[in-house]
């Protein structure tokens, strides 16, 4: 139970400190406070100064930040300067969208990467290393836009273009572990000994790099969401990646604290999560 | 694969050499604008044509894959070391030095680091030279990019804290730096050659977009990065394949990083 | 006999009339819009688009017609200007009523023009309204006739009544309610718009059939302008409202779609170097920039014709000044742009003791002449019209360097900061009156970009060009305003607070299932006659 306090005390701190430190980062930017609406010629000077002010009402962002966390406890998120909204209810609308992307996505490149990499570890064969080393060279080597043209030329779902993102840094990693656990001792000695390649990957492999592996997943996750933002923006996907990327430019600063919580939370509940697995007795035994 | 891994040399050698003499290749500068052939197909006098304002493909490839090979493995490097280090003392040590550090870690996978790059341009002045701001987006590129890697060394390292030679080596009186640096770090090799192998495109592909902030390449120097924007254009679409070169180089550079760093072969 | 023939013939035109019916009405209109709209109240709509869906939606007293250019009757049946100006008294069409059935009457009018001009709101259509303090009166005489009176002269009034949408006063749906060819049916925030004609829309065709044909409109949020060019060839969209010059290029060459260039356009590309006193520049360099032999030199260094050809692809012309070659009437016709002459600007900037030094300019002190030129990164045109100046200006010794940034950064810089040197950067016009251009040329104004909010003027040529805008803003007499919006242009050729670059080509493209589009310069540039647009028999069929 104290572990679990402990856990819950860190990630409400966390959370905290990333929310601020968001914060205290579109503070300080250049452009914050301005808005594109200024340069309208239709408006006159008494206008334009309305909304300059408008715009800097804001106070400093400590007491930005403990104003917003105020508000945060009765459930309001605050209102998105740049889409004129309840912060509450675009999360609402658009949290789904990049979990469904997030979700197919990383579902899909974990799949597809560590499986490669089984493949190309239990084959052995070196000219298979060598396409699928290929293969991932060449999706890490192209850029996103391009990416994005294709996929929509080939009439694929943009879920594809995420797992596409994250398929070689799966690939990369899964690869390199296993194929360096390949050569330990004990597992020659188990292949020596005639086991099937099954049972050496399972009992004596995976067991060595679950860790690393439970930790990769962790990352991914945040790697995910990270990624999220330029396929949605590309893709024209209407989640929060792309209202993150609206709000940077925008310098929405009620939306950008409230994504980065949003982020910050994901991130340590995902990557505490690993660290628990990864330190369960199970584990630890192996 | 020894072959392989010759040839790999070989080819970034001499790509090294071809972008170090780009004037042995192409006659003419990489920012002189032919405005009377923009956008033409190959030729005697431009042979990967000129792009859209008229300037010679051939060299702008060579100049910028001079910025790019130059920088972004050493941004790479710097990024996979900041990751091998920290996640290496946090995973070795362990306890509560562990968690804070990984608090950290996670904070700042979390935050928009973004931002940071726009001060940074702010501070700096307009009139800074192309050569110094192509150098500062990569070290910031290379001292941001390091946390997700981290995690998974840290792992990786608390696995062989606990291993034998560790113990050894411990009681053989050996401890800090030099704990790290000969005994921890030689067993992390195939995450941190992952984690730099991953970095090189990723660093190239995101000093073009860092374009958007007024970082990176400012015109008319040439980047790798600024020559594959181009491609992800309805007007690019099949039609002029000599676009492709940029994209055609690159694939071929990392991957011929990929198998000149590569020593895990796969056992027989 | 007869009757057996007029009955084949009854039948033959009620087939036909039931075929062309059917390739007329029904169906679902497609289209993108870039952003979603900010806001659905019509006075506020300010992003574009938030203004094309108060363009589909909203019902005006009179509608400046795209192509002809002139002004007609819309809700409004006549109107009068009278007082030297300030009051304009309207005539309104009876028995109409809102989308949501509430009735619309001279109320609605009196209500909308109250909030308009309510100067909490800051709309800037209202501003636009805004020619002198006081408060502005609204008369109704009686359910359908209106007086609106303001408190100073307005010049160009009855146009500026061509973008206020009426609000119901009585609807509880507030701006929802409304008087367009459609209304907002669905909103998907950050994915689609889906439109439904107005069962109570006023308009009907020739043959007495209610207007819009087409029965719905899906607005598709989409900001990657390459998919939107694909969907496009696909016929999964049926218009792109404005085009870039690549992408014409690309559909005349491959014919899936109809391009269409409906000639120059009344928007502008222009740079200007900051002369803000106070701003955080060394003192040599304001004095290059204050000086009107060095604009006029840096001019002169620019080709236009190529930025024209080059970077535009040829779909633009060399600008002259603020009043586009497309606005024929304002547009003064005996100035030509610069020409590109690098001796003669060689020469100007000798003057101010500017020399070419072993292929450097350096001024008295020895500066060697550099500056920086800023514009909005992922702007294709403008990065290329900076890279190409640069060329242009270092054959005359001068070093440019390019710098693009993020817009709100560039904003700090141009309006909070100053803290730039020059500064590409262009003009979206849609009313073809230049007074629409009185914030821009006022010195006192926050929008005089080079040196914004002057107390008072700091030349002598400012003075004047804020007399002659104060004066036409004044004047009723058209041949008296385009004697001064002349005066304008010429002060401005001389003196070049402003270097016009180009003029862009109005670009748009078309499916070809599309009927009765007539793609014009004014925006919205294809679907300006929405209510007569229609769709093939088998698009609409198939929707």
Redesign the interface.
Known sequence: MSRIAKLAAKVVILVLLGGLAGAILVRVAPGFGTDEAEMDSRLNSESIRALRQSNQDQVGFFSFYLHYLGNLLRGDLGISRTLQRPVSQLLRERFPETLKLVGFGLGLGWAFGVSLAIATIMVRAQLLDLATGLLVGVLLCLPASVLALLFVLARLPAQLLLAVVILPKVYRYSRNLLASSSELPHVLTARAKGLSEWRVLCWHIFPIVAPQFIALAGVCLSIAFTAAIPVEALCDIPGIGQLAWKAAMGRDVSLLVNLTILVTLITVVGNSASDMMKRSPSWEAA | ?KW?RAAAMSLLVVVTVASLVPQLLSGASY???F?DL?DSPPSRQHLLGTD???RDRLSRLLYGTRVSLLLAPAAALLTTALAAFIGGIAGFEGGRLE?II??AT??F????????L??V??ALP???S?GASLVITFVLLGCLGWA??A??I???A??IAGSDFILLARASGDGGFRMLWRHLLPNL???V??QF??AV??FI?TE??L????LGV???LPSWGSL??D?????G?PGSPWRFAP?IL??VV??SF??VL?T????? | MKTRLALVMFVVLMVGTAGSASAQAGGELRFCLHSEPKTFNPLLAQDEASESIRYLTGGVLVRLNRQTQQLEPELATAWKISDQGKTISFHLRENLRFSDGTPFSADDVAYTVKQLMDPALHSPVGDEFRSGTGNVQTRVVKKNQIVVTFPAPVSGMDKLFDQVAIMSAQSPKKEMAVLGPYYVAENKAGAYLLLRRNPNYWKHDASGRQLPYVETVRVDIQQNRDIEMLRLTRGEIDFINSIDAEYYDKLVSTHTAIANDAGVSLDSEQMWFNQVPGSPLPAYKKAWFTSTNFRRAISESINRADLSRIAFRGHARPAVGPISPGNKFWFNANLQPHPFDQRSALQRLSQDGLRLNSGVLRDRDGHAVEFSIITNAGNKYRERMATMIQQDLAGIGIKVNVVTLDFPSLIERITRTYDYEACLLGLMNNDLDPNSQMNVWLSSSDNHQWNPAQKTPATAWEAEIDKVMRAQAASLDVKTRKKLVDRLQEIVWQEEPFIYLVNKDALSAVSPSLRNAHPVVLNPQVYWNIDQLSLGNEMARNR
Do not use: Y
């Not at chain 2, 996978?109 to 940071?116: A, H, I, T, Y």
């Not at chain 2, 895990?264 to 027989?268: D, Q, S, V, Y």
């Open positions: 694969m392989l920012a002189r604008q405005r923009p859209d304002l008229g968690k990984m608090g996670d904070l996978l979390s935050l928009p680091w973004l931002f940071l726009i001060t341009r702010a307009l009139n800074v192309p997700g890697a995690r998974v840290c792992a990786a608390r696995s090799r195939p995450i050659l992952a192998w991953l495109p990723a592909l073009a977009n374009g958007v902030l007024g400012s015109e008319p594959l924007k491609l992800g254009t309805f007007s679409m994209l690159f694939i990392v991957s990929h198998f590569s895990e072969e796969l056992p027989a």
